[in-house]
């Protein structure tokens, strides 16, 4: 069956180390999304790729980074610079013509 | 702006029915998504809207109205199951970030037996 896969569904991570979270999908979708979502504050926009090779900022990417190397994969890099990395991060996928998104089951990251 | 504003928390009774308000003011609008989200789980869609009016779906129903932005969701003979976030979510299409959707912060809705 298609879907979008994220690894680890827990991750623990010291302070000052940078971690690397997995998105991968078999939808043939063009679009991929990182979320990160905190309690009280709703989901709010990471980063966003529409192709392959190409990615665009979103409402909070300071501190992260990403890249689309391939269309099936958008890894979500959480640098030592991002102040506050502990919370639950989602990653969506969509095709065209745009719909809605179909969700990972998410990563919950704790820094320590 | 973007902006997307609904309850925080709400709370009604096993059987009974609930409607979840949802409004909405973006630069340009193609459709309105309604999500529910249980604890520590992703988001799982339930309706669509892109033209006024009322989407039935089972249990659950969604609305909306483009000349008030306004939507609502409304979950009949509620269940305990449905103790869940509702996240309601705009699609924009205007600028940069055509296809992406802007969500509201969510209300989390208690079932009470």
């Given at each position: 069956d298609g879907g979008i896969t994220q690894s680890p569904k827990y991750l623990f991570r010291k302070e000052g180390q940078n971690v690397t979270l997995s998105c991968e999908q078999n939808l043939n979708h063009d679009a991929m999304y990182w979320y990160r979502q905190d309690p009280g504050q709703g989901l709010r926009l990471i980063y966003y790729s529409q192709i392959v090779n190409d990615f665009q900022k979103g409402d909070i990417a300071e501190g992260y980074s990403v890249s689309r190397e391939k269309k099936e994969s958008f890894p979500l890099t959480v640098t030592?610079?991002?102040?506050?990395?502990?919370?639950?991060?989602?990653?969506?996928?969509?095709?065209?013509?745009?719909?809605?998104?179909?969700f990972g089951s998410g990563t919950r990251l704790t820094v320590v | 702006g973007q902006n997307i504003d609904q309850p925080t928390e709400m709370t009604a009774?096993?059987?009974?029915?609930?409607?979840?308000?949802?409004?909405?003011?973006?630069?340009?609008?193609?459709?309105?998504?309604?999500?529910?989200?249980?604890?520590?789980?992703?988001?799982?869609?339930?309706?669509?809207?892109?033209?006024?009016?009322?989407?039935?779906?089972?249990?659950?129903?969604?609305?909306?109205?483009?000349?008030?932005?306004?939507?609502y969701l409304l979950l009949k003979e509620l269940q305990m199951k449905d103790s869940a976030s509702y996240l309601c979510a705009v699609r924009e299409i205007y600028g940069g970030s055509q296809g992406n959707l802007i969500f509201g912060k969510g209300t989390k809705l208690s079932v009470k037996p």
């Amino acid at each position: 069956d298609g879907g979008i896969t994220q690894s680890p569904k827990y991750l623990f991570r010291k302070e000052g180390q940078n971690v690397t979270l997995s998105c991968e999908q078999n939808l043939n979708h063009d679009a991929m999304y990182w979320y990160r979502q905190d309690p009280g504050q709703g989901l709010r926009l990471i980063y966003y790729s529409q192709i392959v090779n190409d990615f665009q900022k979103g409402d909070i990417a300071e501190g992260y980074s990403v890249s689309r190397e391939k269309k099936e994969s958008f890894p979500l890099t959480v640098t030592s610079a991002q102040k506050n990395p502990t919370a639950f991060y989602l990653c969506a996928s969509t095709g065209r013509p745009p719909k809605g998104y179909t969700f990972g089951s998410g990563t919950r990251l704790t820094v320590v | 702006g973007q902006n997307i504003d609904q309850p925080t928390e709400m709370t009604a009774t096993e059987g009974a029915i609930v409607q979840i308000n949802c409004t909405y003011q973006t630069s340009g609008f193609n459709g309105l998504f309604w999500y529910q989200q249980h604890a520590g789980e992703a988001p799982t869609f339930l309706s669509y809207n892109v033209l006024d009016g009322l989407e039935e779906k089972g249990r659950f129903s969604s609305f909306l109205s483009r000349s008030k932005g306004y939507s609502y969701l409304l979950l009949k003979e509620l269940q305990m199951k449905d103790s869940a976030s509702y996240l309601c979510a705009v699609r924009e299409i205007y600028g940069g970030s055509q296809g992406n959707l802007i969500f509201g912060k969510g209300t989390k809705l208690s079932v009470k037996p």
